[in-house]
């Protein structure tokens, strides 16, 4: 799977957009871009994924450049529960569930 | 609506002692797996498995044995624990019927202590 490079941290002024950037540039054709992130104390949550078009959902939306070097989770509106590490994969589909963690990007949510 | 549940929620061993981390999921997931995290270090895989009878090593295997003989059931062995093996785990499925985009769906962890 390819590699992925995250900011080790990153703040946010509750009620502002967060955009957490991510670097995949090693990515192939047939790998999709998943975004998770960890609350304190608790398992990882899915949040999002695409394969090249931009997508959106309840909790966040995710942007892919067209060369699908790079993404950006965007959170639009950051409350101070989303505090938490956001982790960036890239998976190609090999049969089983397998992802590769990296060290993520810590969000700091303040009032 | 319980999803991925582990117990127990925390455990202290002591070196040489064997242990079970239970994990069961009610969504009739074909993948299952095990992660530790330890800190500074991310989720490395321990073992996973594809479905009822098959399992497969992961990224850390060393000092861990898994079976898994129903779907609902994936239960990792210590068999010997080591200080080394101190660590949050987590157990993890999803579905692999379409598994290009299934995403994993995770426990709350089990708090692992060696002395």
């Known amino acids: 799977d390819a590699k992925t490079t995250q900011p080790p941290s990153m703040d946010c002024a509750e009620g502002r957009a967060a955009n957490l950037p991510c670097n995949h540039s090693t990515i192939s054709g047939n790998e999709y871009v998943y975004w998770y992130r960890q609350i304190h104390s608790q398992g990882p949550q899915y949040i999002i994924h695409g394969l090249k078009n931009n997508e959106t959902n309840e909790m966040a939306s995710l942007i892919i450049t067209e060369d699908r070097k790079s993404s950006t989770l965007i959170l639009p509106h950051a409350t101070l529960r989303d505090t938490a590490v956001y982790y960036c994969i890239v998976r190609v589909y090999s049969g089983y569930s397998t992802l590769t963690f990296g060290k993520g990007t810590m969000l700091l949510v303040s009032p | 609506n319980a999803g991925v549940t582990q117990t127990p929620k925390f455990q202290v061993l002591k070196t040489g002692q064997s242990m079970t981390l239970q994990c069961a999921q009610d969504?009739?997931?074909?993948?299952m797996s095990w992660y530790r995290q330890d800190p500074g270090m991310g989720l490395r895989l321990i073992h996973y498995?594809?479905?009822?009878?098959?399992?497969d090593q992961g990224e850390v295997p060393n000092g861990y044995n898994v079976s898994r003989s129903t779907t609902e059931d994936f239960p990792l062995r210590l068999l010997s624990a080591a200080p080394s093996q101190t660590s949050v785990y987590f157990c993890a499925s999803n579905t692999g019927r379409s598994s290009y985009n299934s995403p994993l769906h995770f426990g709350n962890g089990t708090r692992l202590t060696v002395t």
């Open positions: 498995s594809v479905g009822a009878g098959i399992t």
């Open positions: 969504m009739n997931h074909e993948y």
